[in-house]
């Protein structure tokens, strides 16, 4: 801002000459220069003043040695210059001192660096855009002086059209109409001009046309290119426009990238410099009007945070162990706050809401509540009745009396030239609360005492979430104006659903990086193939952003892979010696055990089942002197005990205890699950008939007790039951089968090589970590050649379509090259279809129409209905409409193909002469939304005359559409 009013006072204290405001249109010879001096102004007292007020400071006096220009002591040359043009004095060009990154900027231009200036909203970013200009021009002064005809230009763009006007308006003031010229799309003024604004995507259509890396006849002359709102980069649907523009900016051109905060941004910078050129991050996180945070509620007004401004206020965290289950808080009105701010001098304030009906709805609640004196009410009235004297169909319907009391709404729903009204009244001080939404915040000059931010949380497209830190901390920058105010104020206000604690952790929280938006679209894929060939088209892709980001992320996945393929070498060397096929053999042996004993397990299994079976059906019958085998819980042998039945006692269940009588003469009490085998097929002995228990013995499971000579006799009696006697035959046989393998593996020649299983594990070892390396390559590849894969689908697309024969556009190729749009390819083949040749100019444009239009919101109407040449039209276009859809589908290619039918009645009804306030009269749509449809249109028309390959017919319908549509409010009316 303080640069804005510096130069404004500079060309309004000194004659103009159609040259250099402030008289830089010095005398250059010999190695001198003279030129009116200019006494010291500070930086701070400068602000907020008029043009007016700096004159009794701004007394020229003449001195040889008080030059603005200084002679060059090194060898550097600029752009196409063959001779040293001189350097610019700073103390001369700026008087007040220069903060520290404004100086290392300007450094770092005057060494022929790009720069990347990261800076606060207010902190003086502009300036260094500004002094490009001013270096620029006063280079075109000097040249001139040599007797030299080229002429040094800077091309400043910016993301929107509002932005782009307002810097018209402001660089007219300072550097003189003749110096400046717009283009727009729509609109081109003094095109040749040395300082040309222009949207990003304008400045990008041009790298089109050129031989991307070289400077083509629009880029002639160009010595820098500013990108203002840099970190636009983050935006959805814009971010492509912004690394494009970059990507094929010609390396002799200087960029100044002028960014809010942004936490990476010395990665941004990094990237510039690969694909660019040298180039130097000039950061500052200063704000030379510190901020302070409020926080308001029903009860009053309360600072947010501590004094160190780093946690929440203690009086505003919630109480605890007092939980208030249902209740809600108390939410301010507009009123009271807007009264709050009255009382405490924190007036002018930009109130955000996040609505369009919120901001209109918020002035009409203040009523007939005026913020005005007498004496700026009277400057109001003036200047608003002139306005609505020329304009008198711009007057914005319930906010003609708001304004006048110092009240205003700004948001896309308003007409352009009412907005224009608002911040021009806004920057003189005129409005002292204007309620806006979000996209105030994008850059356009109004300054504010304070910010009030109305919610911290927001719809979106993919649902409702808290405000991120960069656009919390993009509104709350617009607080503070440099020179005027000691602090800025951010007033946050409690509501609903968020509170104090969510205040303080935005406003506590540094900004957000920025994140590649980058998406090939038709038109990058056929302007970059009209000129370079496939490969050449892939180191550009391979430039963006998103994949300099994809790089840096991917490099821990890099790095594991080159931990894994060492230990993979490491592994690889230690089998190195091994016989890789005995290895193989040893581990198929090894297989071929594990299936044996497994099968040997299921035999087992069912043979113990068997056993379990037959044993619990026999035993009920089993008479004393039955052989039987013992082992158990009760019987804890290793092997089975050959005893035979003496006598069955009550047990504790429904079974039995069995009183047995071993081999080895003892006596033992078991249970029936203690018997693992039954063996009938030898016979009873029936000495045991006469045998009693010993009266020690007592009858309870587990016990047992030595027998005497008696029952030695009849233990001799008991046949030796080998362990086999109790293994099934089919187990045996399995038994036999796994020792002969094991035997193969002891003897096999896999043992000379060290030990065959620790061998067998690293070579698995081996096997996985090929298998993961392998995998971690294909995923890296997918990642790191994603932009690249997008790029290959729209080219298998446009082969579809006949708009590429191999990688060489076709005429349909060259149509859709030619467009600038979302779809290019949609756009192209709509029309080379024919369906739009014969239609008279007000159905070309409603058709046009559709074919750019959004689909609208569904609560949205209109009492116009399109005419049937026009529906005629349109439905010829519905099958290409399908199959591109088809396509898209089949390629996961997320472009729109608009062809929108509720709202085009509008633009033909326009075209047709209706009047605009009779067109608002007949739709719910805002009047900003209609202008907005009708320029999108006007965009889409104005390309048309200059598409190739189309019929004379169809250009010169679409010259006549312009002209239809063209007129207030709908054209920018700039002068």
């Avoid at 690394?243 to 990094?270: F, G, H, W």
């Avoid at 180191?539 to 931990?563: C, H, N």
Wanted: hydrophobic fraction near 40%.
């Amino acid at each position: 801002m303080f640069a804005s009013q510096m130069t404004r006072a500079l060309s309004e204290s000194l004659p103009k000459t159609g040259h250099l405001p402030g008289r830089l249109d010095a005398v250059v010879s010999n190695g001198s220069c003279r030129i009116g001096g200019i006494g010291s102004i500070s930086q701070t007292g400068l602000d907020g003043l008029n043009g007016s007020d700096l004159l009794p400071s701004l007394r020229p006096t003449l001195h040889h040695r008080d030059c603005l220009f200084f002679h060059s002591t090194s060898d550097r040359k600029r752009v196409n210059d063959s001779l040293q043009a001189p350097e610019l004095d700073l103390d001369r060009i700026f008087p007040f001192p220069l903060d520290g990154f404004q100086r290392q900027a300007i450094a770092a231009l005057n060494a022929n660096k790009s720069v990347v200036v990261c800076a606060p909203t207010g902190s003086g970013k502009t300036l260094i855009g500004e002094y490009a200009i001013i270096r620029a021009l006063a280079r075109n002064q000097w040249l001139a002086k040599q007797g030299r005809s080229e002429k040094r230009r800077v091309f400043y763009t910016t993301p929107l059209k509002a932005l782009s006007n307002q810097k018209l308006r402001d660089f007219r003031d300072r550097f003189g109409e003749d110096q400046v010229g717009l283009l727009t799309g729509d609109v081109s003024i003094n095109r040749d001009a040395p300082i040309l604004v222009m949207t990003t995507e304008i400045f990008r259509n041009m790298l089109y046309g050129t031989a991307i890396g070289q400077v083509g006849t629009s880029l002639e002359g160009v010595e820098a290119v500013v990108l203002d709102e840099c970190h636009y980069m983050n935006d959805r649907q814009r971010g492509t426009v912004w690394e494009e523009s970059i990507i094929y900016c010609p390396r002799d051109i200087q960029l100044v990238a002028l960014s809010a905060t942004v936490a990476n941004s010395d990665q941004l910078t990094d990237w510039i410099d690969k694909v660019h050129g040298p180039t130097e991050l000039i950061y500052s996180d200063f704000r030379p009007v510190p901020l302070q945070f409020h926080f308001c509620t029903a009860k009053g007004m309360f600072p947010l945070l501590t004094s160190n401004q780093k946690a929440i206020n203690p009086r505003l965290k919630p109480k605890a162990g007092k939980p208030q289950k249902g209740k809600q808080q108390e939410v301010p009105s507009i009123a009271y706050i807007v009264s709050q701010l009255r009382q405490r001098e924190m007036l002018p304030a930009i109130y955000f809401i996040f609505s369009r009906r919120g901001c209109d709805a918020a002035v009409k609640e203040l009523g007939n509540f005026s913020l005005v004196s007498e004496a700026e009410a009277a400057q109001l009235k003036q200047q608003i009745d002139a306005f609505l004297d020329r304009n008198p169909e711009a007057g914005r319907a319930g906010q003609v009396e708001a304004l006048y009391r110092g009240v205003a709404a700004h948001h896309a729903g308003i007409l352009p030239a009412w907005k224009v009204l608002v911040e021009e009244l806004f920057q003189q001080g005129m409005i002292k609360v204007v309620f806006a939404t979000e996209t105030l915040a994008a850059g356009i000059n109004m300054p504010a005492r304070t910010t009030v931010i109305s919610s911290l949380s927001k719809r979106t497209d993919r649902g409702h979430r808290l405000l991120t830190a960069s656009e919390f901390l993009q509104m709350a920058g617009r607080a503070g104006r440099r020179g005027m105010d000691e602090l800025g104020h951010v007033v946050t206000v409690q509501n609903k659903f968020e509170g104090a604690s969510e205040a303080a952790f935005l406003a506590t929280q540094g900004a957000d990086p920025l994140v590649s938006q980058f998406t090939p679209s038709y038109g990058m894929v056929l302007n970059l193939l009209q000129n370079h060939s496939l490969e050449e088209a892939r180191e550009l892709v391979e430039r963006s952003f998103g994949q300099y980001l994809s790089t840096l992320y991917l490099k821990p996945q890099r790095q594991a892979i080159e931990d894994l393929e060492a230990e993979l070498e490491h592994h690889q060397a230690q089998i190195a010696h091994v016989h890789l096929p005995d290895l193989a053999s040893y581990e198929k042996l090894n297989e071929r055990l594990r299936e044996e004993r497994r099968l040997l397990k299921i035999l087992q299994q069912q043979s113990h089942e068997m056993q379990v079976h037959d044993l619990h059906t026999a035993l009920p019958f089993a008479i004393a002197g039955t052989l039987l085998s013992l082992k158990g819980k009760h019987i804890p042998v290793s092997t089975p005990i050959a005893a035979t039945l003496v006598a069955k006692v009550p047990g504790a269940g429904k079974a039995p205890y069995l009183v047995c009588l071993g081999r080895d003469n003892r006596w033992y009490v078991a249970t029936t699950q203690d018997v693992v085998g039954l063996h009938a097929e030898f016979p009873r002995i029936a000495s045991v008939d006469f045998l009693v228990p010993p009266p020690e013995l007592p009858l309870k499971p587990g016990q047992s007790r030595s027998g005497g000579e008696e029952t030695g006799a009849i233990a001799q009696q008991i046949p030796y039951l080998s362990p086999e006697a109790e293994v099934a035959p089919e187990v045996q046989e399995q038994q036999r089968r796994v020792a002969a393998v094991e035997a193969q593996l002891a003897t096999h020649p896999a043992h000379q090589y060290g030990n065959p299983a620790h061998l067998l594990k690293r070579l698995h070892r081996i096997e996985r970590l090929q298998e993961d390396i392998r995998d971690r390559q294909e995923k890296l590849a997918k990642h790191s050649q994603r932009y690249w894969q997008e790029f290959l689908n729209l080219i298998e697309i446009l082969r579809h379509f006949g708009c590429l024969q191999g990688t060489t556009p076709t005429e349909m190729g060259q149509i859709a090259a030619a467009i600038r749009g979302d779809n290019e390819l949609w756009l192209g083949m709509a029309l080379a279809s024919g369906e739009l040749d014969d239609l008279d100019p007000h159905c070309l444009a409603a058709s046009c129409a559709a074919l750019v239009t959004e689909v609208s919101r569904p609560d949205t109407w209109t009492r116009f209905e399109v005419s049937g040449e026009v529906e005629e039209a349109l439905s010829g276009l519905r099958h290409t409409r399908r199959q591109l859809f088809q396509l898209q589908r089949r390629y996961q290619v997320d472009l729109p193909i608009w062809l929108e039918y509720d709202f085009i009645a509008l633009v033909e009804q326009w075209a047709l002469g209706v009047a605009w306030v009779d067109l608002c009269d007949s739709t719910s749509l805002d009047e900003g939304d209609i202008v907005r449809i009708l320029r999108r249109t006007l965009d889409f028309l104005a390309q048309i005359p200059y598409v190739p390959h189309l019929p004379a017919e169809l250009h010169q319908n679409a010259r006549r559409a312009i002209q239809l549509i063209d007129r207030f409010p709908v054209n920018e009316g700039i002068e």
